[in-house]
């Protein structure tokens, strides 16, 4: 089982089914956290060619998280150029982005990034939390969101009293994709979908709360002006250009987080919701209004004129990844082991692997297996690991109010049909598997063309066959347990190792 998308390029040549290359396509570059996908999308959101390269993400340190940004551009220069040697007919006349939210990269004012970039599943600022529970209950429901570290606010207060010299000398605290962008243009912009995500933005005046920096210290200066996700933020440079074997001086988009990009590709319709299963999981609520705080959620701004609730899973497939490499069975074996487990009352298997977001926020929170006797051996083990992830992702869909009935589901981890079916079974919901491949790649794409004022109508959502819950899918008792393990744990994690 993979968690990282990977599109095959499409070979050069004529094909009957592929549009025109009169018309050209943009590229779309989408900064993930583990890889960067490119790919070429034409004037109807089509995926032309499509590649991807991997990066590293480092943990110098338990809780840490962080990435090299010159490893960023260079897994994005190597994607490009094959993309471009795929489609060679195809005319580049814009850029869009899309990338991984709530992160931190310090950078100097010609783009050179001062320290890694410290990213979403960083835990370093639990200290820091305290600040924001401060706050007078008005100021906090403007922000929408709760305190959670990975988020670029906490993060900024850490590097503040850790590492005063270095926040000294930046002049930009980005997002990931706001500083890829400035380094493809020199300009540094954000969008709201990813400003919505840092803790520094009131969703209800729709902008930075410069004051909330001002307040505590930090230079105000360090966030960038806001455009429009679909908005020109720049022209490509040169140098840029010439690294990537496109042209200089295209159009470049402001672009907008990952998830807000998968929402406008995917084209879920406002009150439905929609499970993406992948190194984490979301369950996502589209909304025209500005949704009240979703307690133990989120809320956040989409790539057009709406908003978003969100239930944050952090740990999907890489607490699978992690059970799997402890067992040291390869991805056909462990979803085999799994199915082959028998009746008797497994373990619990809590994948809380780098700490928790929706239902519990806590970084503390961590993985493993409870309740294993001599009577358990790696099967069981392997479905409990299966059993918890989907039984995590159940309790933070719980947060939502969503409405009866089927949710929609998507990724790159879903496609296996026993997974699905435990899915369903733990949220109790029938599933509707849908297949948008690559949807904040093509919502990256879909931005540049707006940029370049095409706004391409999207196809509605459909869905293949419904996975239809069982009520006996999950046993009530295993069910139970797992609810039960963490409030009895949650203080023992907390606890000096």
Request: with cysteine.
């Amino acid at each position: 089982m993979c968690f990282t998308l990977v599109m095959t390029p499409t070979p050069s040549g004529p094909h009957p089914d592929r549009p025109s290359p009169a018309a050209g396509g943009v590229l779309a570059l989408d900064l993930g956290t583990g890889s960067v996908k490119v790919g070429l999308i034409g004037p109807g959101g089509e995926v032309l060619a499509s590649a991807s390269r991997p990066y590293p993400v480092r943990a110098d340190r338990p809780g840490w998280a962080e990435s090299l940004p010159g490893e960023w551009w260079a897994a994005t220069v190597d994607a490009t150029r094959e993309v471009r040697a795929a489609r060679p007919d195809v005319a580049v006349r814009a850029v869009g982005l899309s990338g991984q939210m709530h992160g931190v990269v310090l950078s100097g004012a010609n783009g050179e990034a001062l320290r890694g970039a410290v990213l979403w599943s960083d835990g370093r600022s639990t200290a820091e939390l305290a600040r924001y529970r401060a706050l007078p209950e008005a100021r906090q429901e403007a922000l929408r969101n709760p305190a959670v570290t990975g988020m670029a606010g906490p993060t900024l207060l850490w590097l503040a009293r850790h590492e005063p010299e270095v926040l000294a000398r930046a002049r930009w605290a980005l997002q990931p994709k706001d500083w890829l962008r400035l380094h493809l243009t020199g300009e540094a912009f954000s969008d709201p979908s990813d400003a919505s995500g840092t803790l520094l933005y009131d969703l209800t005046r729709d902008a930075w709360d410069h004051a909330l920096l001002t307040d505590w210290g930090l230079d105000a200066r360090l966030l960038p002006p806001l455009r429009a996700s679909g908005a020109q933020a720049g022209h490509l440079q040169a140098r840029a250009a010439t690294a990537l074997g496109v042209p200089a001086g295209l159009p470049v988009a402001t672009g907008a987080g990952d998830t807000a990009a998968s929402l406008l590709a995917g084209g879920l319709p406002d009150g439905e919701a929609q499970l993406t299963v992948g190194t984490g999981a979301q369950i996502v609520q589209p909304s025209g209004t500005l949704p009240g705080p979703v307690t133990g959620g989120h809320v956040f701004r989409d790539a057009g004129r709406g908003w978003y609730a969100l239930a944050a899973v952090q740990n999907a497939g890489t607490a699978l990844e992690w059970a799997r490499r402890a067992l040291n069975l390869s991805w056909p074996d462990f979803y085999a082991a799994a199915q082959a487990a028998g009746p008797l009352q497994g373990p619990v298997f809590l994948p809380f692997v780098t700490g928790d977001r929706t239902p519990h926020l806590d970084a503390h929170a961590r993985a493993g297996w409870i309740g294993a006797g001599l009577e358990h051996d790696a099967r069981h083990l392997a479905r409990a690991a299966f059993e918890g992830v989907a039984l995590s992702i159940s309790a933070a869909a719980a947060v939502l109010p969503l409405r009866p009935g089927p949710l929609w589901l998507a990724g790159g981890g879903t496609s296996d049909p026993w997974w699905r079916q435990l899915l369903a079974d733990a949220l109790r919901r029938d599933l509707r598997p849908v297949a948008v491949p690559g949807a904040s790649l093509v919502g990256a794409g879909l931005l540049a063309w707006q940029a370049l004022g095409h706004h391409p109508d999207r196809p509605p959502l459909t869905g293949s066959a419904p996975v239809t819950a069982r009520e006996d899918g999950i046993p009530a008792g295993t069910r139970a347990r797992f609810t039960a393990a963490y409030p009895a744990l949650k203080d023992w994690f907390r606890s000096p190792a």
